[in-house]
């Protein structure tokens, strides 16, 4: 029941959007292409933040593996841990180049556009691309457009958050987790709207119309999945990332030595 509760409550969101909220929407960017336009369109702030926590997470994750397998390889002793002084900063020092390949990468959005634009051209017509961008420019538009974006980011962060990959609390990631909160709350207050509107005609032809339903369960789904399928790919690679520049940490390990007389 709840999938199809959500999806009505999506579409009455839809339908009631006041067109005098304020507008978040992000210009069209300087490619010059349709699809382009229509990306442009939205702003995916809230699901980049939420990408970026758990990666964050992940990063620490393998960091801190690989500092373990050290400490054990070495006998480094049971002071060799997080809390050390030695510890934090090799930590540190090793995260760095992970969370910089995270920010380059999956942060920037970069990647997005070939495969978005992929999506929109096989399930969109130039007809239906071109009504969504006047669409969307319109106020009442950008307001739905806000709200297709919360919705994606729900759906995003429900793979992570129900299967228990995002661990909640996690050491190392409070300041990522008070940004997604705050972005997360700022988008959510935008999408709300008086329910006493009862002229918001665009709102509710686009809402209840065959594109504007077919648009947002394109995005839920298929979105959503190019989302996740990208976290997942950079959250495999990261092990391997850690691995790959663990000998950093070998200053920091003769210093600890050195503390505790080994």
């Given at each position: 029941?709840?999938p199809?509760?959500r999806n009505?409550l999506?579409?009455?969101?839809?339908?009631?959007?006041?067109p005098?909220?304020?507008?978040?929407?992000?210009?069209?960017?300087?490619?010059g292409t349709?699809?382009?336009?229509?990306?442009g369109t939205?702003?995916?702030?809230?699901?980049v933040?939420?990408?970026?926590?758990?990666?964050?997470?992940q990063?620490?994750?393998?960091?801190?593996?690989?500092?373990?397998?050290?400490?054990r390889?070495?006998?480094?002793?049971?002071d060799w841990?997080r809390?050390?002084?030695?510890w934090?900063?090799?930590?540190?020092?090793?995260?760095?180049?992970?969370?910089?390949g995270?920010q380059?990468?999956?942060?920037?959005?970069?990647?997005?556009p070939?495969?978005?634009n992929?999506?929109?051209?096989?399930?969109?017509?130039?007809?239906e691309i071109?009504?969504?961008i006047?669409?969307?420019?319109?106020?009442?538009?950008?307001?739905?457009a806000?709200i297709?974006e919360?919705?994606v980011?729900?759906?995003?962060?429900?793979?992570?958050?129900?299967?228990?990959?995002?661990?909640?609390?996690f050491?190392?990631?409070a300041g990522?987790?008070?940004?997604?909160?705050?972005?997360y709350?700022e988008?959510?207050?935008?999408?709300?709207?008086?329910?006493?509107?009862?002229?918001n005609?665009?709102?509710?032809?686009f809402?209840l119309?065959?594109?504007g339903?077919?648009y947002q369960?394109?995005l839920?789904?298929?979105l959503t999945?190019i989302?996740?399928?990208?976290?997942?790919?950079?959250?495999?690679?990261?092990?391997?990332?850690?691995?790959?520049?663990?000998?950093q940490?070998d200053?920091f390990i003769?210093?600890f030595?050195?503390a505790h007389?080994?």
């Open positions: 029941m709840w199809v509760f009505f999506l579409v009455v969101l839809l339908a009631c959007a006041a005098s909220m304020p507008v978040f929407a992000q210009s069209s960017d300087s490619h349709r699809f382009d336009e229509l990306l939205h702003d995916w702030i809230t699901t933040a939420l990408g970026n926590r758990y990666l964050k997470q990063s620490l994750v393998a960091v801190r593996a690989e500092l373990a397998r050290i400490g390889h070495r006998g480094l002793g049971p841990k809390g050390d002084a030695q934090d900063a090799a930590e540190a020092v090793l995260a760095a180049p992970l969370l910089l995270v380059q990468d999956f942060s920037s959005l970069a990647w997005l070939e495969q978005w992929e999506m929109v051209r096989t399930s969109f017509t130039d007809a071109d009504a969504l006047r669409h969307f420019r319109t106020d009442v538009g950008r307001k739905q806000k297709i919360h919705s980011q729900f759906h995003v962060a429900a793979a992570y958050t129900m299967s228990g990959k995002l661990i909640p609390d050491p190392g990631t990522e987790q008070r940004y997604l909160t705050v972005v709350a988008e959510e207050q935008a999408t709300r709207f008086s329910i006493a509107a009862s002229d005609v665009e709102g509710q032809r809402a119309s065959d594109l339903a077919k369960k394109t839920i789904i298929k999945g989302f996740n399928a990208r976290i997942d790919h950079l959250a495999l690679a990261l092990p391997l990332q850690a691995g790959a520049v663990v000998a940490a200053p003769e210093e030595r050195a007389g080994g």
